[in-house]
């Protein structure tokens, strides 16, 4: 079963523009992580925020994590025509560090 | 450092034969995930294991899908008999506890 549910589904937007997805989940997560696919690839990992933080940055990154809503957003700035992909929130929970994935957001940057 | 390695990157079967995946982790990562994704969705977790035991595999459809890890390094999952509906990327992910690594996939089609 499906962990969180990220919304849009879907987002266009014009190359430059700032693009924000968010992600909501059921339970109490040790983590939350944010991951990149490309079409017809595997996923790649972009940042992590603990549970106790509730904002990071890395790059053109911004994400931010409320526990209290059980959500999170991810912010990409100055967006570019090669963070075309889709996003996926995942929750980490448990000992044995369970990764368990949202549905997605797909982005299209154009140039 | 080598990324997981996947193989093979693509297969066509016919229903009720079998298939079998294989996945090499990063080195040193004790844990190992398998995960469907269906074209449009985020992927689902198959099985996880800690070195080479099974720490959750609550949503591997037994009846058909096997997996195991030997000596807690490589890892094969199996479907016997393959049936329409698991036609999707199979994807292999091995982490240290600070996100995930992926590799490229295996794309099944069952037809």
């Known amino acids: 079963s499906q962990q969180g549910e990220e919304d849009p589904q879907a987002l266009s937007i014009q190359e430059g523009e700032n693009a924000t997805m968010n992600c909501s989940y059921k339970?109490?997560?040790?983590?939350l992580q944010w991951y990149r696919q490309n079409s017809g690839r595997g996923l790649v990992h972009l940042i992590l925020?603990?549970?106790?933080?509730r904002e990071k940055h890395s790059g053109r990154l911004r994400v931010t994590l409320d526990t209290s809503k059980k959500s999170s957003s991810l912010l990409i700035t100055a967006s570019r025509a090669a963070d075309t992909a889709s996003y996926f929130c995942?929750?980490?929970?448990?000992?044995?560090?369970?990764?368990?994935f949202g549905t997605g957001t797909k982005l299209q940057v154009i140039p | 450092e080598a990324g997981v390695a996947q193989s093979p990157r693509y297969k066509i079967i016919e229903k009720r034969q079998s298939v079998a995946f294989w996945c090499n982790p990063i080195?040193?990562?004790?844990?190992l995930y398998w995960y469907q994704q269906i074209l449009g969705q985020g992927p689902k977790l198959l099985i996880q294991?800690?070195?080479?035991?099974?720490v959750d595999d609550s949503q591997l459809p037994k009846d058909r899908f096997s997996a195991e890890r030997l000596k807690g390094v490589d890892s094969t999952l199996k479907i016997q008999p393959a049936k329409l509906e698991d036609s999707a990327v199979y994807l292999c992910?091995?982490?240290w506890g600070r996100g995930a690594f992926f590799g490229q996939g295996t794309r099944l089609t069952v037809v």
């Open positions: 992910a091995s982490s």
């Open positions: 339970t109490s997560i040790n983590n």
């Open positions: 925020i603990r549970s106790n933080e």
């Open positions: 995942a929750t980490v929970l448990g000992g044995y560090q369970k990764v368990t």
């Open positions: 080195s040193g990562h004790a844990t």
């Open positions: 294991f800690q070195n080479n035991g099974v």
